[in-house]
């Protein structure tokens, strides 16, 4: 079955950096996301990537993808405060409007000062 | 700002009752999703409307229904409403490869 998993919690110190990581199962995920929920609020797109890729690079956002051991990875540079929230990988096979995404449950990120 | 609007953000009701939640979608977008996500977990696939037909739909019994209408804003309609059904309610409009959320309608059930 369908299946992502994410680690639930990671510290950080303002200015580091801070990397979430997420595998999934399916082997035809087409797409990729990640997601940021902050407290009592919608989700919000953060980056997005095609299988036929291994990385991408968004201001102080990096995706990468080992599509080989169906593992995903995000990395916020020079992370701050309001970075903390919670981050959702989510993976899709048709994109999404043919289809539904998968989420996992979601990896809390704390910012400390 | 994704350009997604639900309403209402809160509600309470009880075991039993019905509820209707509302969403616009972003201009242009012509799919909608919703998703039901419970406290400390990811958002859940409910169904997809698509051109005002279901697309697409998750594990959840018929008591959820949907519409889309012809301007693409929707409708999730839950009857019989049970405690598990307390959650936070999402819609989605999409474009393309991505969705973007709205805000959510957080539903109680006592």
């Known amino acids: 079955g369908e299946d992502v998993e994410q680690s639930l919690f990671l510290s950080v110190r303002e200015g580091d950096s801070s990397v979430i990581n997420c595998t999934y199962t399916?082997?035809?995920?087409?797409?990729l996301y990640w997601y940021k929920q902050e407290p009592g609020a919608g989700l919000q797109l953060l980056t997005y990537?095609?299988?036929?890729?291994d990385m991408k690079q968004d201001q102080r956002l990096t995706v990468l993808l080992n599509k080989k051991d169906k593992h995903l990875s995000l990395r916020i540079a020079d992370t701050q405060t309001g970075d903390s929230a919670i981050y959702f990988c989510a993976e899709s096979m048709y994109g999404g409007s043919q289809g539904n995404l998968i989420f996992g449950k979601g990896t809390k990120l704390s910012v400390k000062p | 700002e994704t350009g997604v609007t639900q309403s209402p953000t809160h509600l309470i009701k009880t075991r039993g009752q019905q509820v209707t939640l509302r969403c616009s979608s972003q201009?242009?977008?012509?799919?909608v999703s919703w998703y039901q996500q419970a406290l400390g977990q990811g958002p859940q696939f409910i169904f997809q409307?698509?051109?005002?037909?279901?697309?697409g739909r998750g594990n959840f019994p018929p008591r959820f229904s949907g519409l889309q209408f012809p301007n693409y804003s929707s409708e999730l309609n839950v009857n019989a409403l049970e405690l598990d059904d307390s959650a936070l309610y999402l819609c989605?409009?999409?474009?393309?490869?991505?969705?973007?959320f709205g805000p959510g309608t957080r539903l109680l059930v006592l």
């Open positions: 409307y698509y051109r005002e037909e279901e697309n």
């Open positions: 990537i095609f299988s036929n890729m």
């Open positions: 399916d082997s035809s995920s087409t797409y």
């Open positions: 201009s242009g977008h012509n799919t």
């Open positions: 989605a409009s999409s474009h393309q490869e991505t969705q973007y």
